[in-house]
């Protein structure tokens, strides 16, 4: 149980273009999700939270018009890079968490690697 | 500043051997200590420690918080080269995780 399926797992493309990266719970229902970035060698670091059915809140210094969090239904949350720049290079990973409390754990995906030529 | 030590940084040991990773934290409004690995994709839950004292074990692998001293360890006995891994220790502060930079663990033949 627990499964959380991300998806596209590599991408890569030109500069200037936006990507969408998609984020399913598939065995149960995530009230909230989560948005990591990872460079090499250093640990995750959220980005922003998202609820099912409002907006997200993003950590400081995450500019939230570079970085669009959808989050339409109990199962799905998306992550759309805007205009994605070299510098947007890195390894995104999502995680869901069933139920309102944080008395349950966070389930990560597989994670999406990003290359911006 | 909510931070999240782990030491060691990385260790090389042999298989069979048993190893101890730390985890120290200092977090705000802190609800529970979460354990992961992580191998080349996204991290793997290991263990959700909310209390103090009570060990928490799954087969080869288990963990323990000390919430006076901020504190928590994660043993691994009678190590494989699947164990091979980085081990990432979180704090959840306010439903949020803050994670250490890691563990690199790697168990040789």
């Known amino acids: 149980g627990a499964v959380v399926s991300q998806h596209p797992s590599w991408v890569i493309c030109k500069s200037g273009t936006s990507v969408k990266i998609e984020c399913r719970s598939l065995?149960?229902?995530?009230?909230?999700m989560f948005w990591y970035r990872q460079f090499p060698k250093q640990s995750l670091m959220l980005m922003a939270t998202?609820?099912?059915?409002?907006?997200?809140?993003?950590e400081q210094g995450v500019e939230k018009d570079k970085f669009l969090i959808n989050h339409a239904s109990l199962t799905l949350s998306t992550l759309t890079v805007t205009s994605a720049h070299p510098e947007d290079s890195s390894f995104y990973i999502c995680?869901?968490?069933?139920?309102?409390?944080?008395?349950?754990?966070?389930?990560f995906g597989d994670g999406t690697r990003l290359s911006i030529l | 500043e909510d931070k999240v030590v782990q030491s060691p940084l990385s260790l090389v040991v042999h298989e069979g051997d048993t190893v101890t990773l730390n985890c120290s934290y200092e977090?705000?409004?802190?609800?529970?200590l979460l354990w992961y690995k992580q191998e080349k994709k996204a991290p793997t839950f290991l263990f959700m420690l909310?209390?103090?004292?009570i060990e928490k074990k799954s087969g080869r692998l288990s963990s323990i918080l000390d919430k006076k001293e901020l504190f928590s360890i994660l043993n691994i006995t009678a190590t494989q080269t699947g164990d091979s891994a980085v081990y990432l220790c979180?704090?959840?502060?306010?439903?949020?995780?803050?994670f250490g930079a890691g563990t690199q663990v790697v168990v040789t033949p």
């Open positions: 065995d149960f229902q995530a009230t909230t």
């Open positions: 979180a704090g959840d502060s306010w439903g949020k995780l803050q």
């Open positions: 998202s609820n099912e059915g409002s907006k997200a809140t993003y």
């Open positions: 977090v705000t409004n802190f609800r529970s």
């Open positions: 995680s869901a968490r069933g139920g309102p409390d944080s008395n349950q754990p966070q389930h």
């Open positions: 909310t209390s103090s004292g």
